[in-house]
């Protein structure tokens, strides 16, 4: 039997070299499975509701990859949308007179929900339905004021849909740009200080 005797270092005793070697080694060190829980919370809680999608799943994957990306299911859509759609509406050059959007507002429900499809994650997986209904109620349309009612259905589609890409892309690039922060160097050594690790010369935890 022998007894060898080991010389342990501290990360900052270490060679350049061989501290490059282990961050380098250790470059996912604070991006393991839960590192962006609190990101997704945030998001589904706050920050997509606050734009008017009642948020229930986020899906993503990334970062370097064709299809990469973000996207999240929702179960409905906030009054504040149609809203907001109807302050976009022109005829000619010139917004709805506040006679005009009052007639949409009081006359026209939305409501919409998005499900997850296909293989990716992007904001192009969503299977959205997204309805466009004139109030019936005891009302009886002139034909002319029925049709230029229903006449706005499809730019209100494409306006959802353009709200709901965008969120997407921050999303998206709200979660990369957290990843980027965690894995940059700076970072990995606060966490490799922070372990107390002993390392062998060559920079092997020990």
């Known amino acids: 039997m022998k007894t060898v005797e080991l010389k342990l270092y501290k990360f900052d005793e270490l060679s350049k070299d061989v501290q490059e070697k282990v961050i380098e080694k250790n470059r996912d060190i604070n991006v393991y499975d839960d590192w962006h829980e609190f990101i997704l919370e945030d998001w589904i809680k706050k920050e997509i509701p606050s734009k008017g999608f009642e948020a229930t799943n986020i899906y993503y994957s990334g970062f370097w990859?064709?299809?990469?990306?973000?996207?999240?299911?929702?179960?409905?859509?906030?009054y504040e949308l149609l809203n907001e759609f109807v302050d976009t509406i022109l005829i000619g050059n010139e917004p709805l007179s506040p006679m005009r959007?009052?007639?949409?507002?009081?006359?026209?429900?939305?409501?919409?929900?998005?499900?997850?499809?296909g293989p990716y994650n992007h904001e192009g997986?969503?299977?959205?339905?997204?309805?466009?209904?004139?109030?019936?109620?005891?009302?009886?349309?002139?034909?002319?004021?029925?049709?230029?009612?229903?006449?706005?259905?499809?730019?209100?589609?494409?306006f959802l849909r353009e709200k709901y890409n965008s969120i997407c892309q921050d999303l998206y690039r709200s979660l990369e740009e957290?990843?980027?922060?965690?894995?940059?160097e700076r970072q990995i050594v606060e966490t490799l200080y922070g372990q107390d690790y002993d390392y062998t010369e060559d920079g092997n935890i020990y």
């Open 178 to 184: 957290s990843y980027d922060y965690l894995t940059e």
């Open 65 to 78: 990859s064709q299809g990469d990306g973000a996207m999240f299911e929702y179960d409905g859509i906030a």
């Open 101 to 117: 959007k009052q007639w949409i507002l009081n006359n026209v429900s939305v409501s919409a929900w998005g499900k997850h499809r």
């Open 125 to 158: 997986c969503c299977s959205h339905s997204i309805y466009w209904e004139v109030n019936n109620g005891d009302l009886h349309y002139s034909a002319t004021f029925y049709k230029w009612l229903v006449s706005f259905a499809d730019d209100f589609e494409w």
